[in-house]
């Protein structure tokens, strides 16, 4: 059994007098268990209806949706027993109480006994690196420990899936990467989680599989490694202990757009097509270059590709 | 403790911590002394009774709890709203709603205490405290009054996410509603037509059962049994608009953020 099933899945927001907007238009999705699994795509494509329709927040026009087998619409309070929703940013918590106050009445309306409550609540104070401020009113906290402090309040009830709506968004470098562990964490303890997220570099590092959303429809799903390679974009090599003589040959090469090289003898190439791969690897190989590389294009490339550039419009 | 007593326990306590670290909220019922000053000052020249004293006390209370319920307690869901802590609970998995009621009356049980601050200025201005002839009736009316005032706002609360401009209406409920209670005259010397409004209003009985209850009067349990059946309705009523407000919101007919 997956953990989230999404068929035909159409939204559509009615408004008076106005002919209503569509959300989602004909979602198909399967996500497994133990999947961290990424929705992509730009503002507005439907990643937030989604995201909401799994955690029973909205009802779907049509269409079915299932999360751990239950139906969000028939057994919606099934689904919530299963689902933890994570937002990212200030919004979601109390405030003017402590972490532990706000996990404690999560707790309580999740109907988890007080003393199982007590026990999860201290170990995850520690696990999330906020026991020294287990106490303090979260509105004084900084961004990313408010994204624990969220993280926490979805865990105090022990889901087996998580949907995480831009979690990291807004926080710093350092923020955003220890957040990041914390996800790897969770997959490693078999948790299923659906993340919405504008940060490429996050999904390709995190999840197993995604999905590129925009205009309420699904352009794409597969790994993100397959995507790239998929796309025939833009490739880049690069070597250390390049010669000079060697990358003379390199720019003689065709197909070759751009060979950059620093003081140390490391050389960037990068070419278009998929088969000015191999005369460039051949060059690198002769003049015994060393710590050979080659990189896809990566997610970002691929979203550029798949959706189109409307820059400030909707 | 698991359950709907748990989820009950727990939305006291939760609710009881947000007030008292934000007691600006609670600053209407710090004001409730100046109203009780005002009413004993004008009936001072005429060397009042303790009856009319307790009389006036009692209205002064009335109106606090009245204020308290349509001014503060009725924005428990507006400041969920507000901080998206309600787009969160509503994937609970069951209890919202209970929570919802219970911090609303959590919040309109505050206003208890003004009744020991119109006794205190009482005395200190008239040397006489209210005069409780019946006190476990009396302690049955204040109950039923303030049952009464959450069920008010719980009514309010679920009008303030569905209707816009509704706290323009807030203004309204004050007044209008002391008058239409038999706060300010007597409930029957009111027009015809505003009379039976009156009469379907369960402040009018509340404020009688009060008054009988203080003065030891006949009529006081009949009153109060009016007042319940009252608050019992609109209680009711409060609490279907609010789980169709959560209904609604789900169909995303009404949006989780102002």
């Not at chain 1, 937030?48 to 028939?74: E, K, M, N, Q, W």
């Not at chain 1, 106050?101 to 707790?107: C, K, L, Q």
């Not at chain 2, 606090?64 to 802590?85: L, P, Q, Y």
Request: charged content about 20%; glycine content about 10%; some cysteine.
């Amino acid at each position: 059994m997956a953990a989230i099933e999404v068929t035909a899945l159409r939204r559509v927001f009615t408004q008076r007098r106005r002919p209503g907007h569509v959300a989602l238009d004909g979602i198909d999705l399967r996500v497994e268990r133990g999947e961290v699994f990424g929705l992509l795509g730009p503002n507005g494509a439907g990643k937030t209806t989604l995201s909401r329709i799994l955690s029973t927040l909205l009802l779907p026009t049509s269409g079915t949706v299932r999360v751990a087998g239950h139906d969000v619409v028939t057994e919606a309070r099934a689904v919530r027993s299963c689902v933890g929703l994570v937002l990212g940013g200030e919004r979601g918590l109390y405030g003017r109480l402590s972490p532990r106050r706000n996990w404690e009445y999560w707790a309580a309306m999740c109907r988890v006994p007080s003393r199982v409550a007590r026990t999860r609540i201290a170990s995850l104070l520690a696990e999330l690196g906020l026991e020294s401020r287990a106490d303090e009113p979260v509105e004084t906290f900084s961004r990313g420990m408010l994204q624990r402090v969220h993280l926490g309040r979805a865990l105090v009830a022990d889901p087996p899936v998580l949907i995480l709506d831009e979690p990291t968004s807004g926080m710093d470098p350092n923020a955003a990467i220890g957040f990041r562990r914390l996800v790897e964490d969770l997959q490693a303890a078999g948790k299923t989680i659906l993340m919405a997220t504008h940060d490429m570099a996050e999904a390709e590092q995190l999840c197993t599989r995604v999905a590129f959303l925009d205009r309420g429809r699904i352009l794409a799903t597969d790994d993100p490694e397959r995507l790239g390679r998929a796309l025939d974009g833009v490739r880049t090599i690069s070597a250390t202990h390049v010669a000079p003589a060697a990358v003379r040959r390199l720019e003689a090469l065709p197909g070759v757009g751009e060979c950059t090289v620093d003081g140390s003898g490391k050389v960037v190439v990068g070419v278009t097509r998929r088969e000015d791969v191999s005369p460039v690897l051949a060059v690198l190989a002769e003049e015994n270059a060393r710590d050979i590389r080659t990189a896809g294009p990566g997610l970002l490339e691929v979203y550029r590709t798949l959706i189109a550039d409307r820059e400030f419009s909707l | 403790m698991t359950g709907v007593a748990g989820v009950a326990i727990h939305s006291v306590r939760m609710q009881l911590r947000l007030v008292l670290r934000r007691l600006g909220s609670l600053a209407p019922l710090l004001i409730n002394p100046l109203y009780v000053v005002v009413f004993f000052g004008a009936v001072a020249a005429h060397r009042p009774s303790a009856e009319l004293l307790t009389s006036l006390g009692l209205t002064a209370f009335v109106m606090a709890a009245w204020g308290h319920a349509v001014f503060t307690a009725s924005h428990v869901i507006d400041e969920e709203r507000f901080s998206g802590t309600m787009e969160v609970n509503l994937t609970a998995p069951a209890g919202y709603l209970v929570s919802l009621v219970v911090r609303i009356v959590t919040v309109t049980v505050l206003a208890a205490p003004v009744i020991a601050e119109v006794a205190v200025v009482g005395l200190l201005t008239h040397g006489t405290g209210l005069v409780i002839r019946v006190p476990f009736q009396f302690f049955v009316a204040v109950l039923t009054c303030l049952a009464g005032c959450a069920a008010g706002a719980l009514l309010l609360s679920g009008l303030l996410v569905l209707v816009r401009g509704a706290r323009t209406l807030q203004n309204a409920l004050t007044y209008p509603f002391y008058l239409l209670g038999g706060l300010i005259l007597p409930h029957f010397s009111l027009p015809e037509g505003l009379r039976q409004l009156s009469d379907a209003f369960f402040l009018t009985w509340a404020v009688e059962g009060l008054r009988a209850a203080a003065a030891g009067s006949p009529g006081g349990w009949r009153d109060l049994g009016l007042a319940a059946a009252l608050a019992v309705a609109s209680g009711a009523a409060g609490t279907l608009m609010l789980q169709r407000v959560l209904l609604r919101l789900r169909r995303g007919e009404v949006r989780f953020h102002d």
